[in-house]
């Protein structure tokens, strides 16, 4: 009882008192503190204005020596060929979609089940040991993925399907596809979760199965977060390098087929980084080029992403 | 438990009286319940007749177990993960708890309204179709007269029929309200719990929702757990009162607000205590 006596002598309105006076410093860390995060916004502004810039500049000096209207229709993409260089970007870009729808395929409808058992079935205990699996699953270096894909997948198929080159679009794809899986699940899990319980309850109240409300209730509202991981998962698949580098061959073919060796965009660019080609030369500004092409790619992805998810958000 | 599901309307006609009740005039009887929140005892021996086409109010003070029992009803009260009950609720003479009573069979026969309003994220014509669909029903013209009639069964048609495809959540919240009312009705339900329907509303809504109740329990059994007495008086032919997990008195509600036998309910009523 005495110590409470003791402190009741003091008005708290005189300590706050006391410790302002003592603590001048604090306003200016008011001030500083901001200053210090604009200038930390500023560097990763001023960073990605630089990389488009390099990006734009040195593919000006690409198109001077190819004609755009060459890099966009040309059939072939030959450049190590002296004699008649061909510099059509069609069979990078067909790789790398090829190689990207394949990994949306394994990866939309598995990601997707495994968001909904998830969100709607399992319990709590299954959530929580399911979950740090597939985020260990997402943190694997791709270039493990890489040699997954090459010593095991690859021979695997090759059991199926006889006619299956070593090098092939099939295998990288399906090994991407694993890959970005955890993505897709994982973030449209968080987008089914955070859907409002009251509502479920609207709906089971009526009599709705589980299956009816994940269907019908939880995926549509959560369609703007589910779209949002599909679209940027398959950003990842179609930027990713060392699995399609690993696994996937560096022969450039403008087709439909899956089970002959491919060439990406992101290969092509390691493949000429590793030293193939001298500063200056048509090869070497070609890597710009091709980099500029998959930055529209991401770029037109992720504007995707956004303008699907305004048109079909549910607003609740 | 053979059977006993009643010609509804007729009994109804042929009795005047409560005193003439039969177990056929029941809804539900619950026999013996008990509900355990993990360690927490929640419903004590609750024994509770529910007869139809009455307005069955359930008073008591905040965490008295009224909202969980009007969710045993149901049984939405199972997605609670922790919840245990003992003895068994009857519904039209089945045990509702039975392994074999399928869930979705039961939701269908008992509609619900919530505290809150939680209209789905979706145009009003297809709030009102969601229960109908799930069910199988797809024909167009068979839906748009379950929508008219379910607006206009809910007090609502007047105000939305030129804008059905609008979204929901642009309604006031009144409306809302009647929305999910409408949506609850669209399957035709036998009994409709009421979760404290007006409690976010104002009082001119929450007038209108009163008045609705007062028409629907022509050709619903409604069961509403509220925290406001008067309510209860204006609107309810029965009333029972929990405290602490246990029904202290249920009879009829003029009985129960002009002459209650228990101290206990005579003293939340007067209002003091709870």
Known sequence: MNIQQEEKAFSVQELIQQKKSKSKNKLKSEKIVPVILLLTAIVSVLTTIGIVVTLFVETTTFFS????????????????????????????????????????????????????????????????????????????????YGFFALTFVTPVLREMIPSLQIFNALSPGI???????????SLSEDAMSSVPKVMKEGAYALGAT???????????????????????????????????????????????????????????????????????????????????????????????AQFISKRFREEY | MSTLVAPK???????????NLNDNNKVYQTKELNLWYGSNHALKQINLDIY???????????????????????????????????????????????KRYGVEELRTKVGMVFQKPNPFPKSIYENVVYGPR???????????????????????????????????????????????????LAIEPDVILMDEPTSALDPISTLKVEELVQVLKKEYSIIIVTHNMQQAARISDRTAFFLNGEVVEFAETDKIFSNPTDKRTEDYITGRFG
């Open chain 1, 210 to 304: 589980k299956l009816e409300v994940a269907i019908k209730i939880v995926i549509p509202a959560a369609i703007s977060g589910i779209v949002a991981s599909i679209v940027l998962a398959i950003s990842r698949a179609i930027g990713e390098t060392m699995i399609v580098a690993v696994a996937g061959g560096s022969t450039p073919n403008l087709s439909f087929d899956v089970t002959s060796s491919i060439q990406t965009m992101t290969a092509y660019i390691v493949q000429v980084s590793q030293g193939d080609a001298g500063y200056g030369t048509t090869i070497y500004y070609s890597i710009y080029a091709v980099g500029f092409t998959l930055f529209i790619f991401t770029l037109f992805m992720n504007m995707l």
């Open chain 2, 52 to 98: 139809e086409n009455e307005v069955t109010a359930i008073i008591g003070p905040s965490g008295c177990g009224k909202s969980t029992y009007i969710k045993a009803l149901n049984r939405m009260i199972e997605m609670v993960p922790s919840v245990k009950t003992s003895g068994e609720i009857q519904y039209r003479g089945r045990n509702i708890f039975d």
């Open chain 1, 65 to 144: 020596h190819v004609s755009i209207k060459e890099f966009f229709t040309a059939q072939k993409w030959y450049p190590f060929s002296e004699t008649q260089g061909s510099y059509g970007i069609l069979p990078l870009i067909s790789g790398t979609l090829k190689v990207a729808l394949i990994a949306a395929v394994v990866a939309v409808p598995i990601g997707l089940a495994v968001a909904i058992f998830l969100s709607e079935y399992a319990s709590d205990r299954t959530r929580r040991v399911i979950k740090p699996i597939l985020e260990v699953l997402a943190g694997v270096p791709t270039i493990v």
């Open chain 1, 175 to 185: 090994v991407i596809g694993i890959m970005i899986t955890p993505m897709i699940a």
């Open chain 2, 134 to 184: 799930i069910h199988g029903i797809r024909d167009k013209k068979v839906l748009n007269q379950i929508v008219e009639k379910s607006l206009k069964g809910a007090a609502l048609w007047d105000e939305v029929k030129d804008r059905l495809q609008d979204n929901a959540y642009g309604l006031s919240g009144g409306q809302q309200q009647r929305l999910c009312i409408a949506r609850c």
């Open chain 2, 9 to 19: 309307k007729e009994a109804a006609d042929s009795l005047d009286n409560y005193k």
